[in-house]
């Protein structure tokens, strides 16, 4: 049965009146009240008539986002970064997630149904790409958080996955280090082939050659950093610094080398990607590739606001660079890092 105006009302515990109200983006409906209508009308699927509420008008200047899921180490950074942006501007943010695959897809085309949102943002989930597609064609403006790397048909934001590669390992090679060993995330994603492209540049532009017997493909969690270190340790020829694709993999092959009694850095130099709050607590602290995390979120909700008051769809993908952030995982004896060396870098005391 189509659901109606008074069912939603009923639902929200408002009158018919303040549903309309809400749909007509009226100011004097208080900000809670009118989330909670909205909430109603994405999980009930409700298609006002424009003559009822005057859709016609057409703004909620509420904008949606769609992520994979809250439990990501690095989420919460480019969620503040939107939602300083979007609440700044005067806009509300309906977050929703894809933890439960189909369900939460088609969950979330009934939001896009009741033009719960003016535009979307979205941290790519699985096998979306395809459906959003046809939702941007379509006239809903979106812009893609790109931690993929996939560079979709519409406009993204991304960190530059290569350069972070090429940072690590030019780090590695000026702290004396000459044996890499690497565990990379999935093979299937994009960051993952780019952060190990950027690697094998640098480590080939120094004359060396990564050992094929030492990439180890892991799933961006510690216990796949862990039970690939261990795997090296086991069979694999011998290394003096590991790549860590992200920071969770870093943290499991600091526990592994730990358990082997290997001393890092004196024995293996550790380096991981992402700086999530983790990477300065684990022991030792961690260097890493520092993503800019919030700024690619404030980045995004920029984008799509500018978009939503009639700025062009840009070209390319907007790039923000990663940079390197040294802690006692390689800082060492051997270690002369510099700026002229190495780029953009920051250097952490000891805590």
């Given at each position: 049965m189509r659901v109606t105006i008074a069912e939603v009302a009923r639902r929200a515990r408002v009158s018919k009146t303040t549903v309309s109200r809400v749909l007509n983006n009226k100011a004097d409906v208080d900000a809670?009240?009118?989330?909670?209508?909205?909430?109603?009308?994405?999980?009930?699927?409700?298609?006002?008539?424009?003559?009822?509420?005057?859709?016609?008008?057409?703004?909620?200047?509420?904008?949606?986002?769609?992520?994979?899921?809250?439990?990501?180490?690095?989420?919460?950074?480019?969620?503040?970064?939107?939602?300083?942006?979007v609440e700044a501007k005067g806009y509300g943010l309906l977050l929703s997630t894809a933890n439960r695959g189909t369900e939460s897809l088609e969950e979330f085309s009934r939001q896009v149904s009741a033009k719960a949102f003016d535009g979307l943002l979205l941290v790519e989930p699985p096998?979306?790409?395809?459906?959003?597609?046809?939702?941007?064609?379509?006239?809903?403006?979106?812009?893609?958080i790109d931690d993929r790397g996939r560079r979709p048909a519409f406009p993204s934001v991304g960190t530059d996955n290569r350069q972070g590669g090429g940072a690590a390992a030019r780090h590695l090679l000026d702290t004396g280090r000459t044996r890499f060993a690497t565990v990379t995330g999935p093979r299937d994603f994009g960051c993952t082939t780019d952060r190990l492209n950027g690697f094998n540049d640098v480590v080939r532009e120094a004359g060396l050659t990564l050992d094929p017997r030492l990439i180890i493909e892991g799933d961006f969690t510690s216990e796949s950093g862990e039970a690939a270190i261990l795997q090296l340790l086991a069979t694999g020829p011998e290394f003096d610094?590991?790549?860590?694709?992200?920071?969770?993999?870093?943290?499991?092959?600091?526990?592994?080398?730990?358990?082997?009694?290997?001393?890092?850095?004196?024995?293996?130099?550790v380096v991981g990607f992402d700086d999530i709050p983790l990477a300065a607590h684990t022991q030792p602290a961690l260097t890493t590739i520092r993503q800019p995390l919030r700024e690619?979120?404030?980045?995004?909700?920029?984008?799509?606001?500018?978009?939503?008051?009639?700025?062009?769809?840009?070209d390319e993908p907007l790039i923000v660079p990663t940079s390197l952030v040294i802690r006692e995982s390689t800082r060492g004896a051997q270690e002369t890092v510099s700026a002229a060396e190495s780029g953009t870098f920051r250097e952490e005391s000891p805590t």
């Open positions: 809670a009240t009118a989330i909670r209508v909205r909430e109603v009308i994405a999980a009930t699927g409700y298609i006002p008539s424009a003559g009822a509420v005057g859709l016609a008008r057409g703004v909620t200047r509420t904008v949606g986002m769609l992520v994979p899921g809250l439990t990501w180490p690095w989420m919460g950074e480019v969620l503040q970064g939107v939602a300083d942006v096998d979306a790409v395809r459906h959003l597609r046809v939702l941007h064609d379509s006239g809903l403006p979106v812009v893609v610094a590991v790549f860590a694709h992200n920071d969770l993999t870093a943290a499991g092959v600091l526990a592994g080398l730990r358990k082997s009694g290997r001393a890092v850095p004196g024995d293996v130099a690619m979120g404030e980045t995004a909700a920029r984008q799509l606001l500018a978009r939503l008051g009639g700025a062009p769809r840009p």
